[in-house]
């Protein structure tokens, strides 16, 4: 198995990038950004109840960062292992290099203990 990470800042192009690739490789598995679908969840309980504050990376990066490294966990133990090209709208090596940025170090050895264990190539 091949895992290609599409990784950069916010806005730089990866899910489009990650779009135009299906069309090109369309029988490999592709696996979405996780801290998205956690921010769309988020936001989703704040439209049901207005009382409630949605969790976002700007405003709570420590509640934030542990929900998005589940989400990737998730995201990543569903890639069949049968698939021979993967691509990750950003990984687990995201995960680890926002957690330095935002100075939440507590995440970082799980998250590098993670990141051996995906088997990601350099």
Known sequence: MQKILISGGPH???T???NALHEVYPDAFFV???AERVIHRENQKAVADPDYTPIHPVTNYPSFAPMVL???LLLESQIPKEAKTVFQDRGLIDHLAYAKFNN???LVPEISRHIE???YAF
Do not use: L, Y
């Open 12 to 14: 730089s192009g990866k």
């Open 32 to 34: 979405p950004e996780a």
């Open 117 to 119: 264990m995906a088997n």
């Open 70 to 72: 589940t989400e990737a």
């Open 104 to 106: 939440h170090e507590v």
């Open 16 to 18: 489009t990038t990650v």
